[in-house]
């Protein structure tokens, strides 16, 4: 189990009271996760109900094993989904403890009476940026506190960035959400800084893209400027002037346009959605090529052409990207292909070991006693396996930084085993490695 920082402590004593409700906004990475188990641990009794909210299925593993470090066993978080049926979740509830539900479910027992809502201790919610006045999460608050005036309310959120547009968007969530009292810790909050900000040694390994990377890059990029300016030129009469590929490479981008669209979205006609829809494309496109494989690169792309040629009913598709009808859009296809695959001409000759009917006059030498005289292989190079198309020849290129990550493994190795023998029993040191990933895909690609 980690230990609690000093800001973490802080925040435990200002929201552990459970006559309380209040909402905390958190800086991403500055251990809300562990906050939140400390709570969960705070209330764990088979006497409280606690009803965990907006967790996804990698949180809820999360902290059922933190929890589980952390002595709350036997039955520790349970986990109400889709196949728990109605009399196991009615069975669940009557328990008591600290369970994981999602908010389509807990709405649905709230309505029907299947969940005592009057008899529950609180409600930990995760996620809180997602709060609106149309959302679950403000109906199932309404819904609660119809029954239940005195038990906790206590929400979370460590994307700040979706409360920075709209009118009043912090009002808006507190409004829905029923609560008076906000925390807010960014990175600058003093008390964090106090922790954080000791001396650190960060030494940055960077590498370039190949060639095809590049091309592929730059015609993106190209794809994008053009896009751009379609969008300003169809809606000559906004201010779009903060628009820019420059942008394009931050994930609010595809909040930042539709923000100076929202005024007057109602009115804009398909191509201008179109073109909305296709920058938001692009901007992936843009991540992809640093994150996934070719193979996987190219089969995105081969969805996206053929999206964008038929619809759902297997027509011809009315709107097309038009970015797909450039020539830039024609080196991205051409050059993804290129880091899979190459075509040339069929020259490939067909030895007796592939040949497919070989094996059957092998058989019939044998059964008339003839004897095989093996012909020397002059083929140095490597056989091609049957269902290898004559005539492609395989490239598949790999993604630079992988080879620099087995670099930096292999040096880590080394200096693990150098100070090996400089180890005491007061400081044994350690020979783990940690890898922090930007996605899970990539956490699986390493796995």
Not at 78 to 106: A, D, M, P
Not at 150 to 155: E, H, L, V
Not at 330 to 356: L, S
Not at 398 to 410: D, F, I
Request: with cysteine; net charge negative; glycine share 6%.
């Amino acid at each position: 189990m980690a230990t609690l920082l000093s800001f973490h402590k802080e925040v435990l004593e200002k929201m552990h009271d459970p006559s309380t409700s209040e909402l905390l906004l958190i800086a991403r990475g500055l251990g809300l996760r562990r906050i939140v188990c400390k709570l969960l641990q705070i209330y764990y009794s088979s006497q409280n109900l606690v009803i965990l909210v907006n967790a996804s299925s990698e949180e809820e593993s999360a902290i059922g094993e933190e929890l589980g470090l952390m002595g709350c066993r036997n039955p520790g978080l349970r986990i109400v989904g889709f196949e728990t049926g109605r009399k196991e979740r009615q069975e669940l509830y009557k328990k008591g403890g600290v369970l994981s539900v999602t908010s389509q479910i807990l709405t649905v027992d709230m309505l029907t009476g299947d969940i005592p809502t009057n008899l529950i201790t609180g409600i930990i919610m995760l996620h809180a940026e997602r709060a609106t006045p149309t959302s679950s999460e403000a109906f199932i608050l309404r819904l609660y506190r119809e029954k239940n005036q005195n038990g906790f309310f206590k929400a979370f959120s460590d994307q700040p960035e979706h409360i920075t547009s709209g009118m009043s968007p912090l009002r808006t969530i507190m409004k829905e959400l029923q609560l008076r009292k906000v925390y807010i810790y960014p990175r600058f909050h003093q008390e964090v800084i106090d922790c954080l900000g000791r001396d650190r040694s960060v030494l940055q390994l960077t590498i370039g893209m190949t060639e095809y990377m590049q091309e592929i890059h730059g015609a993106i990029v190209q794809c994008m400027s053009t896009t751009l300016s379609e969008l300003k030129r169809s809606n000559s009469t906004l201010d779009l002037d903060d628009l820019n590929v420059d942008n394009a490479y931050f994930r609010s981008f595809d909040i930042l346009v539709r923000r100076q669209l929202d005024p007057v979205w109602h009115k804009v006609g398909p191509r201008t959605k179109q073109l909305v829809s296709d920058l938001a494309t692009l901007r992936r496109l843009l991540l992809y090529l640093l994150s996934y494989d070719a193979l996987a690169f190219h089969a995105y792309l081969e969805t996206l052409i053929e999206s964008n040629t038929h619809n759902e009913a297997g027509n011809a598709r009315q709107n097309q990207s038009p970015w797909m009808l450039t020539d830039a859009a024609n080196i991205i296809f051409t050059f993804a292909k290129r880091r899979c695959y190459t075509m040339g001409a069929p020259t490939t000759k067909i030895t007796p070991e592939e040949d497919p009917e070989q094996a059957d006059w092998d058989a019939l030498d044998e059964i008339e006693g003839r004897v095989k005289i093996p012909k020397p292989n002059n083929d140095k190079g490597r056989k091609r396996p049957r269902w290898l198309p004559d005539g492609m020849d395989p490239v598949l290129e790999e993604l630079p930084k992988w080879s620099l990550v087995g670099e930096a493994l292999h040096e880590i190795e080394g200096e693990i085993i150098r100070r090996s023998s400089q180890l005491t029993f007061r400081d044994p040191g350690t020979d783990t490695v940690l890898i922090m990933t930007s996605s899970v895909r990539t956490s699986q690609v390493l796995t």
